[in-house]
């Protein structure tokens, strides 16, 4: 099994993955613009932050898992990952307390303006008077936009300054909210007005583009703080540039709308920069963190090497679509199953879903093959009618 890495990574996720037999490739270079041309005959890609394009994937002649070591997967093509058969897998959760400590960080930082004070020092400027205009943290309320690991994390780091915390979620409820000692938000709005500073921590997908717009910034107060270290386009930027100048925002991002995809690049939003405290996307980049992806990513390919399906994919169908059960229990010999499939394919019946267990004894086995329609009286019969078989069950799910 060949293995390409085409991100830097911990050196213990190579050695971990040579340890099981694999044949380790390592690019850190790569771009999205030139992995096609080394994808070449890879069973497994490794990726961090290069993009994998329908290019790529096209390309890719024995690619069957493509592995995003990290959490969000908006950098992969997942439509032409799904046409191609391809399992996409990530690493949830392992960079949770990297990117809580960050957002923390820049929390702080954006209160007290450390960056613009850290400029002005270097450039030989002395103005205490003005860098001491911080209002503090302490009894202050900390809005948390998506409350997955990462919101708990930051929420709980938060509480140990002392700050009060509201919560949004679509997942959460008052209940949750409560066992968790934060205050339940019903609604995006209420979160904005109720809060000194906002913490954003939702994955990109297109229901949370630009999730935080305009009417948001118009319903925090003024002079409140914004953070975002889940991922640029979930902010309107142009929104925000205005709400920096008409409601004196103080801000901290580590993401940006179409930031540089690789470790290095040209920044070409200079004008934003300028009016916050940030950071190049480096939330989830601490060594503890970069130690407990590469465990995951072992972890994955060891799965995927022992029973075919890797862990954490993020691209199997939540609910089959299939409308029949069939049971069949069966002699364990060879064809036989061979032969029920042919008898499915001969009625236009499709598999969507198929599990075989065998007995312990090794005699017989139990196949459950979940189909998109029912077959036939004429081919149940005729699936009986072999010596093979025990028994035949249909019934609809």
Known sequence: MKVLIADKLSDKTVTALKALKTEVAVNADLTAENLPEAIDNADILVVRSTKVTVKTIEAAKNLSLII?????????????????????????????????????????????????????????????????????????????????????????????????????????????????????????????????????????KPETDHLVNKSFFDSMKNGAIIINTSR?????????????????????????????AGGEGEFADRDLAGLLTATPHIGASTDQASEAIADEVVRIV??????????????????????????????????????????????????????????????AACCTLLLDGAPSREILEKMQKDDNIIEVALKPI
């Open 68 to 204: 995003r070591a990290g959490a969000g997967v908006n950098t992969i093509d997942l439509a032409a990952a799904d046409s191609r058969g391809i399992y996409v897998s990530n690493c949830p959760g392992k960079n949770t307390e990297a990117v809580a400590e960050l957002a923390i960080g820049l929390l702080i930082a954006a209160d007290r303006q450390i960056a613009n004070a850290t400029a002005d020092l270097r450039n030989g400027t002395w103005k205490k008077k003005e860098y001491g205009k911080a209002r503090g943290l302490k009894g202050r309320t900390l809005g948390i936009v998506g409350f997955g690991a990462i919101g708990k994390a930051v929420a709980r780091r938060a509480q140990s300054l002392e700050m009060n915390v509201v919560a949004w979620s679509k997942s959460l409820t008052e209940d949750a909210a409560e066992q968790f000692g934060v205050t339940y938000a019903g609604e995006l709005s209420s979160l904005a007005k109720q809060s000194d500073a906002v913490s954003i921590h939702v994955a990109y």
């Open 232 to 260: 640029g386009e979930v902010v309107d930027t142009a929104a925000l540039k205005e709400a920096i100048k008409s409601k004196k925002l103080r801000v901290g991002v580590d993401v940006f709308e179409n930031e540089p």
């Open 302 to 363: 060891k799965s995927f090497q022992e029973t075919g399906v890797p862990l954490n994919t993020v691209n199997i169908r939540a609910r089959s679509s299939a409308t029949q059960s069939l049971v069949v229990r069966h002699y364990n010999r060879v064809g036989v199953l061979a032969g029920v499939l042919d008898k499915l394919k001969a009625g236009g019946v499709n598999v969507e879903e198929m599990t075989n267990i065998i007995f312990e004894a090794s005699k």
